[in-house]
DNA sequence: CAACATAGTTTCATAATGCAACCACTGGAG
DNA sequence: CTCCAGTGGTTGCATTATGAAACTATGTTG
């Protein structure tokens, strides 16, 4: 077997989202859903992406739980995309996305939109880990920890 | 031609991160190095893939700006990648990729490692998006803004 | 029902990925 | 200096993924 290595039964988080949404296409389609598309020619026009890979996409994404069908919206009998809260969850990725490419891009000027704070009209500030006590945490603040096993049973 | 298509070009800074990182082992070459991985051999055996990808995907990030390469370290007359600031930059994308894990997976007891806080050995919290004022924002707080456009020259 | 739009699937060519084998250079041992 | 294992790749070939275009099956409109 040749195949593309998989991921799914890696123990790395970050594997098992790339696992998910680790290709060229499939945050961009989030991005857009998370825009308000949610038809299939609405996503294949906007993205300009060739139909049988998005079609592959979509399906993946569905069977991952990030996008669901729903039966209509407008009264018609095609099918809409809509995300779940699972792929509305990936908003966060999107930002920190953009805010590297806002960041470090050697070409900025070719950025066409920035992402603003609604009531200021401000940039916004950069994404902020923070302890539960509410610390300002720096990545050398941060360390790997080892899933505490749950027991799996017994209450 | 029928190449895969590219997104350099592209305005949305979204596509611009992942024309650098959007592949399937770039983010997982990243996160070894951050956690101090530098030389070719420890990447492959780590990651265990293959090493004409490895090759690639070094010489790609390194051409990003991601990676850099460094005369030695250990004395020997060997190099080494490291990572530059565009590559630390790159931790808020990997935390916000663990914590969709972390929160969404279907098979949490799968994922082997929390990200806690070095001082108290509890989880961090979701990365917060704030406004320059301090204010949380949510995702319905935000909008995107076209890029004022740059004066070319003159002061 | 004719004509058109939507939402795909199929076909075929090309590019990317993965494994294994091969090669160049380094660094020591003798 | 020579031999030889280890490091850091490259090359060749098979398989898979991607992409453009053509085709199909419904839905929808006049």
Request: one cysteine or more; proline letters at 6%.
């Amino acid at each position: 077997m040749v195949k593309r290595t998989s991921f799914e039964g890696d123990g790395c988080p970050i594997a098992r989202s790339l696992e998910a949404i680790g290709d060229w296409w499939s945050l961009l389609i989030i991005r857009e859903a998370l825009f308000g598309l949610r038809r299939f020619g609405e996503f294949q026009s906007k993205l300009g992406m060739a139909k049988n890979i998005l079609s592959v996409r979509l399906r993946s994404m569905v069977d991952h739980g990030i996008l669901a069908l729903a039966p209509a919206s407008d009264g018609s009998a095609y099918q809409e995309y809509v995300l779940t809260p699972k792929g509305r969850g990936v908003y966060p990725i999107l930002v920190a996305l953009r805010q590297w490419s806002e960041e470090f891009d050697e070409h900025p000027e070719q950025i066409a939109t920035i992402l603003v704070d609604r009531a200021k009209g401000r940039p916004v500030k950069k994404l902020e880990m923070r302890a539960e006590d509410g610390r300002l945490l720096s990545p050398a603040d941060t360390m790997l920890k080892p899933r505490p096993a749950s027991r799996r049973r017994s209450a």
